[in-house]
């Protein structure tokens, strides 16, 4: 039998390396999925419950493995369905390659069923690569370029294949006017910028006495170099949200993370520097960087399209953070006047901890937030991945858990898309089957994706060679992030009617799909349910039932934010009582003088 298009497309997904495909089946693409059938399931198709969770799958995929994630869905409603998790992967930078059914060429422009303009659809979230497979001589450039630019532009493509073009028979572009030849592979081009740039970015680095260094996900590559850079230039670190794992938050000079769910030391560290220097972020929240006109500022970012926002920097260096850093070093003077600053940068991050401690041991109705994630840290093993779903979890994510050893982790960043914690966890037991994944979900995250997506783990759960998969959902029976969004910024009361969540039964849910599950209401049960879970054969979820009532302070609540607050409570606000005196008990960890206590101490 003749090779047919769809066979072609999975023959070049095997060529490009690509072993899964997260997907969900449907008409548009019975040609492909017959292809696989042929083709032995190779790449593997990893079946998700939904569109969306597969695409989120994908962006898991290739956050956690470095390779480009694919995503596979049928035309119309499930073409659709993928623009949330590509709009993921374009706000956060992260490859990944879409394959999408569409109507038969004959019937297009007929109102026919699932027919959908995916060109109008696609057109902004797949702008760096878009294209339909109109006849097979198109194939192979154009999976090629859509690998290519996924890859060189970390962002999504999009490829559209026609039902009925799947099923052609392949036919490779000919040496003759109009035909596009292809090959395969890439190599990626370490840019640096020009000496004469880096020599002005080292005059304003060298210049400054207290220097600050802000990393993101663009630093991933050069650890070591963001190492040795802030040690010569004695800096502080803080670290953008997608930059958590960049440095482990075990070195004394690393403040954590930054802006509304960061750390203290890392809003002081900002507030008092002299100098900035960025390397891969774009973190959007200016008002947590220096007052324009305190600190002098040199950033590095391989983009040039998202170079110079956020502050006015002296020097805008284009390049790849590990070569461009590499070429700097040499001329940095060690910051002899920075060990003062230092001490103090160092010595705020130790009083940050000791607080920290103290506010997760508050006592809550029935747990209190924060501690569950504190229990959580002392116990994550050293090669553990780590994903957060967005919500008040995202605060406890950010704050209480210290990355060491090779840890990874990452939530949505820039899209901070609610229900991506489990789809991401999923993506990563694929890219990694020999590690343990950890999702942190809130409870209304757990009931838009992650209840569906337990199935897919059931599903797949013997597949990988360490089965442990733990699923935290805090249950507080609230959307909590907006409720404290709406109390701080809006001054408006809690309005239940938008923000109450049913209580579902987490762990019940898994148990009757075989996995094991574990509800908890009791603080001095946390750590021992943690401690089961990291310790089961195969996946596990845990109800961690938890006051809403607690607050996610922000490093520094302007009085705006506080007075905000109050008057939503005197509104008549349901939980008005409870929050005030969880908001005073949490606030008021900050005053206490250290007891020295260990920040995992658990006496």
């Not at 590509?86 to 059914?101: C, E, F, N, T, W």
């Not at 109008?120 to 198109?138: G, H, I, R, Y």
């Not at 090959?183 to 080292?202: D, H, I, K, N, T």
Request: one cysteine or more.
């Amino acid at each position: 039998m003749s090779e047919k298009v769809a066979d072609h497309v999975l023959a070049r997904l095997r060529e490009w390396g690509v072993e899964y495909v997260h997907g969900y089946p449907g008409d548009g693409i019975n040609g492909l999925l017959a292809a696989w059938e042929r083709a032995g399931d190779r790449p593997r198709f990893v079946q998700a419950r939904h569109e969306e969770t597969a695409a989120l799958e994908a962006v898991g995929y290739a956050k956690f493995s470095g390779r480009p994630g694919v995503c596979v869905a049928t035309s119309g409603p499930g073409a659709i369905h993928l623009l949330n998790g590509l709009y993921d992967a374009k706000l956060d930078h992260v490859p990944v390659v879409a394959l999408i059914g569409q109507t038969a060429r004959s019937a297009m422009g007929g109102s026919f069923q699932q027919e959908v303009d995916l060109h109008s659809l696609f057109k902004d979230v797949a702008s760096d690569f878009l294209a339909t497979v109109n006849v097979p001589q198109q194939l192979p450039n154009v999976l090629d370029r859509a690998f290519r630019t996924a890859c060189a532009r970390r962002a999504p493509t999009a490829v559209i294949i026609p039902g009925d073009v799947q099923d052609l028979p392949y036919e490779a572009p000919g040496h003759a006017h109009g035909m596009v030849p292809s090959s395969l592979g890439w190599s990626p081009a370490a840019a640096v910028p020009s000496e004469e740039a880096l020599e002005r970015a080292a005059e304003v680095l060298n210049s400054g006495t207290k220097v600050a260094m802000l990393v993101g996900q663009g630093a991933a590559g050069a650890a070591a170099e963001v190492r040795e850079t802030a040690e010569r230039l004695r800096a502080g670190v803080a670290k953008a949200l997608l930059g958590k794992d960049v440095l482990p938050d075990t070195l004394p000079y690393v403040t954590g993370s930054i802006a509304l769910l960061g750390t203290r030391p890392s809003y002081e560290l900002m507030r008092d520097c002299d100098t900035l220097l960025t390397v891969g972020s774009s973190m959007p929240y200016s008002e947590f960087l220096p007052e324009p006109g305190k600190a002098r500022g040199v950033q590095l970012d391989a983009d040039p399209h998202m170079a110079g926002m956020r502050y006015p920097y002296e020097v805008n260096l284009t390049g790849d953070a590990r070569a461009t850093l590499r070429r700097l070093l040499p001329l940095l003077e060690p910051n002899e006047e920075g060990a003062e600053w230092l001490g103090a940068v160092e010595s705020s991050v130790d009083r940050w901890w000791e607080m920290l401690s103290r506010r997760a041991r508050v006592a809550a109705d029935p747990v209190n937030p924060e501690y569950v994630a504190h229990c959580l840290d002392p116990l994550l093993p050293d090669d553990a991945i780590v994903t957060a779903d967005s919500g008040s979890v995202a605060n406890w994510y950010a704050r209480h858990l210290r990355t060491r050893g090779s840890m990874r982790g990452s939530l949505s960043g820039t899209l901070a898309t609610m229900g991506s914690a489990v789809p991401y966890a999923i993506g990563a037991k694929f890219a990694h089957p020999d590690r343990p994944v950890i999702a942190l979900v809130g409870d209304g995250a757990m009931q838009m994706n992650g209840l569906a997506e337990l199935i897919t783990a059931a599903k797949y759960r013997h597949e990988w060679a360490d089965p442990r998969l733990v699923v935290a959902a805090w249950n507080n029976r609230d959307l909590n992030q907006v409720t404290w969004e709406m109390r701080a910024m809006g001054g408006s009361p809690q309005f239940v009617p938008s923000q109450g969540l049913p209580d579902v039964p987490y762990a019940a849910f898994a148990e009757s799909l075989g996995l094991a599950g574990r509800r908890v209401t009791d603080p001095a049960e946390v750590t021992d349910a943690w401690r089961w879970a990291l310790d089961a054969d195969g996946p596990v979820v845990l109800d961690f039932v938890t006051d809403p009532s607690v607050p996610p302070i922000p490093p520094h609540a302007s009085w705006e934010q506080l007075e905000a607050t109050a008057k939503s409570l005197l509104k008549g606000d349901t939980a008005r009582g409870h929050v005030m005196k969880q908001g005073f008990k949490a606030k008021v960890q900050e005053f206490l003088p250290g007891r020295g206590e260990k920040p995992h101490d658990e006496g």
